[in-house]
């Protein structure tokens, strides 16, 4: 038995499923996922001494690398200096600038501590801004785990929601209507019939919860007009986009500005931080500044916001984007010429340094029901194939990819060879 074996049946016994969160347990995969010793640069050593060349970085916010230098130093000074006050500090003020500094529709931010948290504080306020109590989601798109959001469309049109998890009460779900992603007219009709009712809108601007998703030229200006038509807020989930497919989001890339925007993952540098934001106006009801009430004793956390500067010092130097969509590119042109030569359908996505790679004979994939007609088998192989030759791909076909400053062309390369030797086995 190997150490990630006989750590995973110990873990069984102690957490469910063995995992702190789902993903992780290779559930849909099979198998036993490798427990990590360490991380360095773009690779990842387990606990049995093998070495991957990692493209999951924490699921987004590992964009530097593993231990890159400058934030291990940020963290251990920050370290020495005292973990947590419960009190302001000066990096919270410097990295609310720094956010606000690259992305010009947050005139106000607050810190949370995760993705989940942020998006959940940002309904409330949706919520209590517009006097409504429902809320738009896009099947397939992920906005963290909180109640109101656990919750799927039933088939077809706009459904009352159903609760995609159970101890989601009906009530809670009810107020959350889901609509196909990349679908225009759908938002159309539903804020046509019941605009009145809805306070916010929120999307992943780019999908990266259904594997790699883009938005269909149009669509999110689109949403942008629905939204000022009905005085429906839009919210933009840039917890996995944001500083990922450009310094200033995809609302950057796309030129739309949403109302409020959450954050995630790159913020934090590897800790765990949250933010969202939005205008003055909207940001000054949140407590005490306003009446909506949204607190945490470690927000802001003074290794957290070490973390997240020393990271955002790294990617806004000037070539830093270019550089790693440079890279992206030929990762991605890479391994489609590799299936391609082995007659493997396959459908892939990029912007940015996030990726996606479909097992599919369609011509395009624009939401969740098409990109829920992979061929999960294919996929299945291909994970493991990659994983044997030394390639840790997110275990699962419903994730994007994610490379890192530290993923080079001679990485890249040895990447692409992975995927020459696997697709003939597919
Ligand atoms: C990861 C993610 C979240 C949840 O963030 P956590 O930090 O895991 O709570 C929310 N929205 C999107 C788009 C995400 O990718």
């Known amino acids: 038995m190997t150490r990630s074996e006989s750590l995973?049946?110990?873990?069984?016994?102690?957490?469910?499923?063995g995992v702190n969160s789902p993903v992780r347990a290779f559930k849909s995969v099979g198998g036993t996922p490798p427990f990590i010793a360490s991380g360095k640069g773009a690779w990842l050593t387990d606990v049995?001494?093998?070495?991957?060349?990692?493209y999951v970085g924490s699921w987004g916010p590992m964009i530097v690398g593993h231990?890159?230098?400058?934030?291990?130093a940020a963290i251990q000074e920050a370290a020495g200096k005292g973990s947590s006050f419960g009190a302001p500090t000066e990096a919270e003020v410097q990295l609310a600038e720094a956010i606000i500094a690259c992305l010009p529709s947050m005139e106000m931010v607050r810190l949370v501590n995760s993705g989940t948290e942020a998006t959940m504080s940002a309904l409330r306020l949706a919520r209590a801004a517009s006097g409504r109590p429902c809320i738009v989601k896009f099947s397939g798109c992920y906005h963290g785990h909180s109640d109101s959001l656990l919750v799927e469309a039933g088939s077809g049109a706009a459904t009352f929601g159903v609760p995609s998890s159970p101890g989601?009460?009906?009530a809670t779900a009810q107020d959350t209507l889901t609509l196909p992603y990349n679908d225009l007219p759908a938002v159309e009709a539903l804020l046509a019939a019941r605009g009145a009712e809805i306070a916010a809108l929120i999307v992943e601007p780019v999908a990266g919860n259904m594997g790699c998703v883009l938005p269909v030229p149009g669509y999110l200006s689109g949403l942008r007009r629905l939204c000022d038509q009905y005085g429906v807020l839009l919210i933009f989930d840039e917890v996995m986009t944001g500083f990922r497919v450009a310094l200033g989001g995809a609302q950057a890339l796309y030129e739309v500005r949403p109302d409020l925007t959450t954050l995630g993952k790159v913020i934090g540098g590897g800790l765990p931080v949250g933010a969202y934001g939005g205008s003055k106006a909207l940001m000054q009801q949140i407590s005490p500044a306003g009446p909506v009430y949204q607190a945490g004793t470690l927000s802001g956390n003074p290794l957290a916001t070490a973390a997240g500067l020393a990271t955002l010092a790294i990617i806004r130097q000037p070539d830093f984007y270019p550089t790693l969509e440079r890279r992206t590119q030929r990762?991605?042109?890479?391994?489609?010429?590799?299936?391609?030569?082995?007659?493997?359908?396959?459908?892939?996505?990029?912007?940015g340094s996030m990726f996606g790679l479909f097992f599919s004979d369609q011509a395009q994939i624009v939401n969740f029901a098409e990109a829920a007609q992979s061929d999960l088998q294919r996929f299945n192989r291909w994970f493991h194939g990659m994983l044997q030759e030394g390639i840790y791909l997110a275990p699962s076909q419903f994730e994007a990819g994610f490379l890192s400053l530290a993923h080079d062309d001679t990485l890249i390369d040895r990447t692409i060879e992975a995927a020459q030797t696997v697709a003939k086995q597919l």
Request: hydrophobic share 40%; aromatic share 4%; glycine share 12%.
């Open 8 to 17: 995973f049946q110990r873990a069984k016994e102690i957490i469910p499923g």
């Open 48 to 54: 049995d001494g093998g070495h991957y060349i990692d």
């Open 331 to 351: 990762l991605t042109q890479g391994i489609s010429r590799a299936l391609s030569q082995a007659g493997i359908p396959h459908l892939g996505n990029h912007v």
């Open 168 to 170: 989601v009460s009906q």
């Open 67 to 72: 231990a890159h230098p400058a934030v291990v």
